[in-house]
């Protein structure tokens, strides 16, 4: 398979690259992490503009209609400039639910607006992915109950998909923030420009977003699908990383010379290279996937998920270590990607989730 961008996606791209640059620098992305906000407004409103919002969102709908390459080739410069917008659980999550299993009432109620950025919406992933759901969820006469869990966004988010059982097994319910049943509290993060809250759910009412009993199998697709996004996000920021540690050291001068004329810190910068080239073949191979709806997508986002978070964490790691000291104090940026890696890491499962997938899609495959 030789798979690779267009051009128009490649054009998308540099321009988002631009646009980030400008409007999204770290010392805005340090100003939301200073000042306790939970998203960078101003920014947010510059996306919505720019229709990023509806990327993948049909026409009919009111969204731009286009496919998740050139969502991919968006993530991929979020990730580069830490925006610290909903994007990700709004877009990637939310909005493909509804898209897959949504009536087309709730289509025609939920997705022009979030297209539009009128509304921003969430999805409960559980933190062991999709095959642990929160068994405190209980659905019961059209309402929900729950003892508190952790919901990235919910804080922000208009409304809230849910995993509940109930007697005809494992269900997706809609739930909307403004009911007082629905109670959300901020919760400590590694990354506070990505925030958590804790939710706790006391018998809200809810509407139910696809088949009864078919839950887990639409939350399962729905990450796969979004795990791929999330590793260009990843890879995006791993290649900022290699970028800061480059720039700082064949600028930084020890005994007369460039610190990156060294030896240890070439070979520190050339495993961060080989580290996402690898995730970046990985997240192409899911992008494909993902745009042909392919049978092994499952398989492609787990090994761009692994790869992209191996990637980012040993990136934002290496990056610190080749700033020294230095890398190590609050003025320098290396800390911020640091955050964003160990965040994106547990987004949607964490690594052993995903090396499990990934091993059971490898059996499955040989059994066929």
Not at 193 to 218: K, Q
Not at 313 to 339: P, V
Request: aromatic share 8%.
């Amino acid at each position: 398979m030789n798979f690779e961008f267009s051009a128009d996606q490649k054009f998308i791209q540099q321009q988002a690259r631009e646009f980030l640059s400008v409007k999204c620098t770290t010392q805005q992305v340090r100003t939301v992490l200073d000042g306790g906000d939970a998203l960078d407004e101003a920014l947010w409103q510059d996306v919505i503009k720019l229709g990023w919002t509806g990327t993948t969102i049909p026409e009919s709908y009111g969204g731009l209609g286009l496919s998740h390459l050139e969502l991919c080739v968006i993530a991929e410069e979020l990730g580069r400039a830490l925006a610290p917008i909903p994007l990700s659980s709004s877009l990637y999550l939310a909005t493909e639910i509804l898209l897959m299993a949504g009536s087309e009432k709730q289509k025609q109620s939920w997705l022009p607006r979030l297209a539009g950025g009128d509304v921003r919406a969430t999805v409960q992933v559980p933190p062991g992915g999709a095959g642990r759901l929160y068994p405190t969820v209980q659905h019961k006469d059209g309402t929900l109950r729950s003892e508190s869990c952790v919901v990235a966004d919910a804080g922000i988010a208009d409304f809230i998909i849910v995993a509940a059982e109930d007697e005809e097994g494992i269900g997706l319910f809609l739930i909307t923030t403004d009911q007082e049943a629905v109670v959300i509290s901020p919760t400590t993060a590694i990354d506070p420009t990505r925030p958590l809250f804790m939710v706790a759910l006391n018998d809200a009412t809810s509407e139910r977003v696809g088949g009864a009993g078919d839950g887990a199998d639409i939350l399962g697709n729905c990450i796969d699908r979004a795990a791929v996004l999330v590793a260009f996000e990843q890879v995006g920021g791993a290649s900022a990383c290699l970028d800061m540690g480059r720039e700082y050291t064949t600028n930084r001068y020890a005994f007369g010379r460039p610190v990156a004329s060294f030896q240890a810190i070439k070979h520190k910068l050339a495993d961060m290279f080989v580290a996402i080239e690898l995730a970046r073949s990985n997240a192409y191979y899911g992008a494909w996937a993902l745009s042909t709806d392919a049978a092994d997508l499952t398989l492609a986002a787990a090994a761009a998920r692994i790869s992209a978070g191996d990637a980012y964490f040993a990136c934002s790691k290496e990056n610190i270590q080749a700033h020294g000291g230095m890398g190590f104090t609050w003025e320098f940026d290396c800390h911020l990607y640091y955050r964003r890696a160990q965040h994106l890491s547990l987004l949607l499962g964490g690594q052993r989730y995903w090396k499990n997938r990934l091993v059971d899609q490898i059996k499955l495959n040989h059994a066929a």
